[in-house]
T-cell receptor, first 117, second 115 residues
Framework: AQSVTQPDIHITVSEGASLELRCNYS??????LFWYVQSPGQGLQLLLK??????LVQGIKGFEAEFKRSQSSFNLRKPSVHWSDAAEYFC???????????????FGKGTKLSVKP | GAGVSQSPSNKVTEKGKDVELRCDPISGHTALYWYRQRLGQGLEFLIY????????KSGLPSDRFSAERTGESVSTLTIQRTQQEDSAVYLC?????????????FGSGTRLTVV
């Protein structure tokens, strides 16, 4: 069965410091991978996604993520964190509907990011 | 509309009462998804619609939960005889076509509190 693990429940970084949020997935085929961000009281906003091709993907707000098949990982990075990045971040895995899945995403439990001034 | 709209944004209900949650997807989006987010947990998939049809209802937590969609537009998630464990944020998402590749747009959710 598909699953997503985000090992860090809560991370605190200083403003201007670099950030890496970890995500590991379990899936039998090549997955479709996503990172979403959720600000308090808001829905989820897509940061970036990986379907195929270049394993380093760029997203919005200066975020990037790297797909490493050998490690079953899709870690999210940002070189310099801004105070406005404080939010909860969710990694998700899905499959093409054409492969018989429901077309739904499986989410990790999230990592809450706090930013120190 | 421009985005996915959910109502109400907050709902407090007494245990045992029925509640109805509404989702207005983006116009033209044929697929619609419901998720539940309990405190400190990830998103739990509940059900999806392709058009007005929900082919698989196995993700619904119990038979107290039901969902429907009409006119390939508005969807309602109904919880009967609410229990305290139903307290959560219920999120709706829509996509142009069914499948993760078409991209989901999420609403802001309905926060349900059962007292």
């Amino acid at each position: 069965a598909q699953s997503v693990t985000q090992p860090d429940i809560h991370i605190t970084v200083s403003e201007g410091a670099s950030l890496e949020l970890r995500c590991n997935y379990s899936y039998g085929a090549t997955p479709y991978l996503f990172w979403y961000v959720q600000s308090p009281g808001q829905g989820l906003q897509l940061l970036l996604k990986y379907f195929s091709g270049d394993t380093l993907v760029q997203g919005i707000k200066g975020f990037e993520a790297e797909f490493k098949r050998s490690q079953s990982s899709f870690n999210l990075r940002k070189p310099s964190v801004h105070w406005s990045d404080a939010a909860e971040y969710f990694c998700a895995v899905g499959a093409s509907y054409n492969w018989g899945s429901q077309g739904n995403l499986i989410f990790g439990k999230g990592t809450k990011l706090s930013v120190k001034p | 509309g421009a985005g996915v709209s959910q109502s109400p944004s907050n709902k407090v209900t007494e245990k045992g009462k029925d509640v109805e949650l509404r989702c207005d997807p983006i116009s033209g989006h044929t697929a619609l998804y419901w998720y539940r987010q309990r405190l400190g947990q990830g998103l739990e998939f509940l059900i999806y619609f392709q058009g007005n049809s929900a082919p698989d209802k196995s993700g619904l937590p119990s038979d107290r939960f039901s969902a429907e969609r009409t006119g390939e537009s508005v969807s309602t998630l109904t919880i009967q005889r609410t229990q305290q464990e139903d307290s959560a944020v219920y999120l709706c998402a829509s996509s142009y076509i069914l499948g993760v590749t078409s991209g989901y747009t999420f609403g802001s959710g309905t926060r349900l509190t059962v007292v």
